[in-house]
């Protein structure tokens, strides 16, 4: 009975989450956006050098056997449809990350929103998470006033200047980041990479303290840190942000990418680094490149946690009580 | 030098030159980056709280702790006491170092104690432990986080409130994971 005895336990949390979730949907198809739907089943995962997919078999009819993924996230197909006109759509559901923690602000498996908007920019998918958050806040009659408040946005840049007091203008290469980390008193190893020395550093005394009473949008990034992302003029940063709220990350968003073969460089040395790490490793999704021939125009896209977003409403610190199973029960580790 | 999933609460780190008691540790898998561990530490010496992320390739210098079977004893204002069940000794702890697990010990309970230079710096409770319910009221519908249908609160010997499945009655005695808070079965006796 204890999978039973879960949902028991958190019987007011679900409602709500499924509340969440049609809201969510009302909230895009009022704004004229299709739902739309991904296999989460695909022969060629995300590059991504630090999210590991998980492995599936699958067999025909005469019991050939297929290598294939869980879908660390709907993005190929999602870009593939933007390639032959699909406007304004989105995904809600699942997608799959191995080796992440049962439990605390993970689950394996979790919900995703990903939506992207034609002839838009990362701009435009702000006022999108600003507005969602805000119908939902209303309309479940939450009315937290912070969230109802106008959020905050900072650069990337003014945040390292106000926790740590820094222009992270100067620290935009691994030498210098890596100078950066010893002086305040960690200990990186030589090898590591720019993004590793930048998370050292931004983990510990920058993102625990953002968005802790106002949901806070922190966007331009740094270049070599948004793979996807369209550059911004000057060449330093790019278009990709994050939205924080009481600590937890919540949303990560792109002016996506359309230039083909840079994106097809960048997904090179993902792969890389993938190896160096000691990760899966599989070729690029050529056909995800040739979207990107095809056109995908001036978009933007963006992943929202909704389990995440449902901890906000619940007042939840642990995913675990937002889900209807979670992974720290399924295997009944405990008997 | 350990690796960072050895980093556990009641755990004893060696950290710029003091000995600090870890009192939490999250591990964090951010897909951005590589994996981490956050922990929060109390100095043996001075009692100053501090938090430390550590990376896989990071050093940390875990310090062997001896472990000793020790016996609840007591609560007395700010500390709890232990039994040393061979040599009759009696360890006192500050009741802030044993956190929300002083909620789930029970008179006469056993516990590991973790003894660092002769005196007893943090202590392990079992993962699973019965109680006796001493009270079992009906259940109530609407007044509580659940539908109301499968459970309800019972009290537990130790004055412990936990949810249990709506057939448990008073005088039973029932199998609390100390991990959770919540119930995993009734214990026939």
């Known amino acids: 009975m204890n999978h039973i005895y879960h949902v028991d336990r958190n019987f007011k949390k679900l409602q709500i989450r499924f509340a969440i979730l049609k809201l969510i949907r009302e909230f895009l198809w009022q704004d004229k956006f299709i739902e739309i739907e991904s296999p989460t089943i695909v022969a060629l995962p995300g590059q991504e050098p630090n999210i590991q997919p998980m492995q599936v078999v699958v067999h025909d009819d005469k019991g050939k056997s297929f290598k294939g993924y869980l879908h660390t996230s709907p993005e190929y197909t999602m870009k593939k449809m933007l390639a032959t006109g699909f406007e304004k759509i989105f995904y809600l559901g699942k997608c799959f990350r191995d080796e992440e923690s049962f439990g605390g602000t993970h689950n394996p498996e979790f919900t995703m929103l990903e939506w992207y908007r034609q002839n838009a920019s990362y701009y435009d998918l702000m006022d999108d998470l600003e507005n969602l958050t805000k119908f939902i806040n209303k309309k479940l009659k939450f009315n937290n006033k912070n969230i109802a408040k106008k959020w905050k946005r900072q650069t990337m840049k003014q945040v390292w200047q106000e926790f740590i007091a820094v222009n992270l203008d100067d620290y935009l290469d691994s030498k210098k980041m890596y100078k950066l980390c010893v002086s305040l008193g960690y200990k990186p190893a030589k090898t590591e990479s720019y993004e590793e020395l930048f998370y050292r550093i931004f983990l510990n005394k920058i993102e625990p303290f953002i968005g802790k009473d106002v949901p806070t949008i922190i966007y331009e990034f740094p270049k070599c840190m948004a793979s996807l992302s369209k550059e911004i003029k000057g060449g330093k940063y790019a278009e990709r942000f994050e939205l924080y709220y009481q600590g937890i990350e919540l949303a990560n968003v792109y002016t996506e990418l359309n230039d083909a073969e840079e994106q097809k460089k960048r997904l090179q040395l993902e792969r890389k680094t993938r190896q160096k790490n000691k990760r899966l490793v599989y070729p690029i999704d050529e056909e995800f490149i040739d979207a990107l021939r095809a056109g995908i125009g001036n978009c933007a896209g963006g992943a929202l946690g909704v389990d995440r977003l449902v901890m906000i409403f619940t007042m939840d610190k642990n995913i675990d009580n937002v889900l209807g199973l979670p992974m720290s029960k399924l295997f009944n580790k405990e008997k | ?189």
């Open chain 2, 1 to 189: 030098m350990a690796i960072i999933t050895e980093v556990k609460k009641g755990c004893v780190i060696k950290h710029q030159n003091d000995l600090y008691l870890v009192t939490d540790a999250r591990f964090t898998n951010p897909g951005k980056g590589s994996p981490f561990v956050t922990a929060k530490m109390k100095s043996i010496t001075s009692g100053k709280g501090t938090e430390m992320t550590y990376k896989a390739v990071d050093e940390i210098n875990i310090v062997e702790v001896q472990k000793q079977k020790l016996q609840y004893l007591y609560k007395n204002g700010d500390f709890y006491s232990f039994m040393d069940n061979e040599t009759y000794e009696t360890h006192e702890l500050e009741a802030e170092i044993v956190g929300d697990d002083g909620k789930y010990l029970k008179d006469g309970m056993e516990v590991y104690g973790s003894i660092f230079e002769g005196r007893v710096v943090a202590i392990t409770i079992p993962p699973k432990v019965q109680y006796k319910v001493t009270e079992a009221a009906p259940a109530v519908k609407g007044n509580t986080a659940s539908s109301g249908r499968l459970m309800k609160d019972v009290t537990l010997e130790n004055g412990l409130v936990a949810r249990a499945p709506i057939f448990i009655k008073e005088g039973e005695t029932i199998l609390i994971n100390t991990d959770t808070g919540e119930y995993c079965e009734r214990i026939n006796e």
